[in-house]
Structure formats: C-alpha cells, structure tokens
C-alpha cells in the first residue's frame, strides 16, 4: 500500500505543476534582478568516470541588508548514498531506482576563493547539499 500511496502524492504534485501558470516578470512588476552568473570549465576523465573542474561565481547582493556569509547548493551530494535527507525523503519507488551504488554521484570541494585569491576554503562548511561560507567583509547591498 505504502508504494501505492507513494505513486499517488507524486502523480498528484506532477499535475499540479502541470496546470499551474507560469507567471513572467513582466507580470509582477519585478523585472530580472541580475543576482548571479557562472563560468564553469570542466574536463571528463572517462578513465576515473569523474568531472573535474572549476568554476567562477559572480554574485550581486540584491538585498537591502549585508551579507557576512553565501550558501551555494551542492545538488549532486543528495545522491552520495541512500543516508542523505533528499534520499531519506524520497519515495521508496524512487530509492529501490536509485539503489545500484555504480550510479551515485556527488560533488567535492576542494577549495574556494574570492576574486583576489583570497582563500575561503577554512570557513565552508557543508551539510549534504547545502554548502556555506564566511567571507571576510559583509557584502553590502547592491555590491557583487
């Protein structure tokens, strides 16, 4: 029953998704805030099966209040193994797919630094997918 009533929520929450509007920016009057961009390089090691890589992160604080850390999500961690919160969280149909070890991912930091080589590396801290850092002055509004 339990693998049924899994189906059920997720065939629900996907027509759900379906009928909702997508609403623009025009719409609300918002516009698009240029928050973030990202220059990722990367390399495939077919040898290793891995990715390696680095990326650039611009980031623009568009709120009215400084900031004195950044959370970046680490999506591919909540496939790591059948422990994280995401796997844990998922239906049990889900999780017997995702159960062949051979096919888990996830990501490494090997380190981080802002634009002037300064090293964050010390302050991250990771929890599962979810990835937070110190830096060494607040970013104040409107600041990138």
């Not at 973030?36 to 650039?56: F, P």
């Not at 017997?96 to 090997?110: H, K, N, V």
């Amino acid at each position: 029953m339990k693998v049924r009533s899994d189906a059920i929520v997720s065939a629900v929450l996907w027509v759900a998704l379906l009928l909702c509007p997508p609403v623009s920016s025009e719409e609300t009057g918002l516009g698009a805030l240029d928050v973030a961009s990202y220059q990722i390089n990367v390399a495939l090691d077919t040898e290793e099966k891995r990715l390696c890589g680095d990326e650039i992160v611009s980031f623009r604080n568009v709120s009215n209040i400084p900031l004195d850390a950044l959370c970046m999500h680490l999506y591919p961690n909540a496939f790591r193994s059948e422990r994280t919160t995401f796997m844990q969280g998922c239906p049990s149909w889900f999780r017997r797919l995702a159960a062949r070890r051979e096919q888990w991912g996830s990501m490494d930091i090997t380190g981080i630094a802002i634009v002037d080589g300064q090293s964050l590396t010390d302050s991250i801290s990771i929890d599962e997918t979810v990835m937070s850092m110190s830096l060494p002055q607040s970013l104040l509004p409107g600041e990138q």
